[in-house]
């Protein structure tokens, strides 16, 4: 099957500074992706959907300016915290479903964010 | 938009028999894919089985199949000859133009 492949596959970071979570599709094209962030014993909860060659789309009450997404080609999406907080600290998981195909979607391994 | 539910936070069953997790979701789409994803303790979201809305068949995958009423916007998942290792977190999916889960199941298989 596809595969998604995330990295890092977990990062502890200072207050303040920034943590970049990079999400590739190592065999198929993904013009769209998906992050979506997970609290301890809690759902996923969808934070932005990434486009390829456009801006991404956020989800109502999460900060575009503190989450950037950047989609730069067909597969690779990033997702990074800028002026990270402990509250911040999380497991970020993307998802790409593959181009023409919605009723497949791949998941990444997950990021554990922890900042202190 | 599309709201996914699961009413069941914690469910058990002996190996060997037969389970139901229930999900309703609601959505005011035609066409849309359901499915439910199985996530262990290493949090590797894993598809169990998918359902497209158009099909009226109910999909089948194994142990594992769902009843898919499509009108009651309704979507269980039954799982027959439970294993130890089907022990892990279960979510309903529903996708549209993106993917949204239910709040999960966490299920037990006890020995």
């Known amino acids: 099957g596809a595969v998604v492949s995330q990295h890092p596959s977990w990062v502890i970071c200072k207050s303040g500074t920034s943590v970049k979570i990079e999400c590739r599709s190592l065999d198929f094209q993904a013009t769209t992706m998906f992050w979506y962030r997970q609290f301890p014993k809690q759902s996923l909860m969808l934070m932005a959907t990434s486009n390829e060659g456009s801006k991404a789309t956020y989800e109502q009450g999460v900060e575009k300016d503190k989450f950037l997404i950047n989609h730069a080609s067909l597969t690779l999406s990033t997702l990074t915290v800028t002026s990270a907080h402990p509250e911040d600290s999380s497991f970020y998981i993307c998802?790409?479903?593959?181009?023409?195909?919605?009723?497949?979607?791949?998941f990444g391994p997950g990021t554990r964010l922890t900042v202190l | 938009a599309q709201t996914v539910t699961q009413s069941q936070p914690e469910m058990s069953v002996q190996e060997a028999e037969t389970v139901t997790l229930s999900c309703t979701y609601d959505?005011?789409?035609?066409?849309?894919?359901l499915f439910w994803y199985k996530q262990p303790p290493s949090r590797q979201m894993i598809l169990v089985i998918r359902q497209e809305a158009y099909k009226q068949q109910n999909a089948t995958e194994n142990r594992f199949s769902v009843n898919f009423q499509k009108a009651a916007k309704s979507f269980s998942l039954k799982i027959s000859d439970s294993q130890l290792g089907d022990t892990a977190m279960y979510f309903c999916?529903?996708?549209?133009?993106?993917?949204?889960f239910g709040a999960g199941t966490r299920l037990t298989v006890k020995p």
């Open positions: 959505t005011s789409e035609s066409n849309y894919y």
């Open positions: 999916a529903f996708r549209n133009n993106d993917m949204r």
């Open positions: 998802s790409a479903p593959r181009t023409g195909a919605p009723n497949e979607q791949f």
